[in-house]
C-alpha cells in the first residue's frame, strides 16, 4: 500500500516563507512523478509543481508559483519537497502531495494548511 505522509504547513506572513514536505512509502511499487496541488476555499483543486524521476529530474511550475516555489527531491529519503518563498495571501489553501504511480494512478496524501495573512 502506497503512503504519503505531508508536513510543513502552518500559518505565514505575507512575504514570509514556508517548506513542505511530503514522505512517500511505497514499497514494492514504482512511482514516476512527484507533485504538489493545492484546493482554496470555494475552488478546484489546482496544479502547484511537479517532478518527473529522470537522470536530472524535470520540474514544471504553475505560472502562480513561479520564480517564487522549488520543488525538490531527496531520492534516499523518499521525500518530495516544496520549498515556498514571498508568500501572498492567495497562496492560502491546503496543500497536497501527489505521486503518479508507474501502474497509471494516483495517490495523494491528506493535506496539510497553508495560511497566509497578516
Known amino acids: 500500500q502506497v503512503q504519503l505522509v505531508e508536513s510543513g504547513g502552518g500559518l505565514v506572513q505575507p512575504g514570509g516563507s514556508l517548506r513542505l514536505s511530503c514522505a512517500v512509502s511505497s514499497g514494492f511499487f514504482s512511482y514516476y512523478a512527484m507533485g504538489w496541488y493545492r484546493q482554496a476555499p470555494g475552488k478546484q483543486r489546482e496544479f502547484v509543481a511537479t517532478i518527473t524521476i529522470t537522470r536530472t529530474d524535470i520540474t514544471n511550475y504553475a505560472d502562480s508559483v513561479k520564480g517564487r516555489f522549488t520543488i525538490s527531491r531527496d531520492n534516499a529519503k523518499n521525500t518530495v519537497n516544496l520549498q515556498m518563498n514571498s508568500l501572498k495571501p492567495e497562496d492560502t489553501a491546503v496543500y497536497y502531495c501527489?505521486?503518479?504511480?508507474?501502474?497509471?494512478?494516483?495517490?495523494w496524501g491528506q493535506g496539510t494548511q497553508v495560511t497566509v495573512s497578516s
Open positions: 501527489n505521486v503518479r504511480m508507474s501502474l497509471g494512478y494516483d495517490v
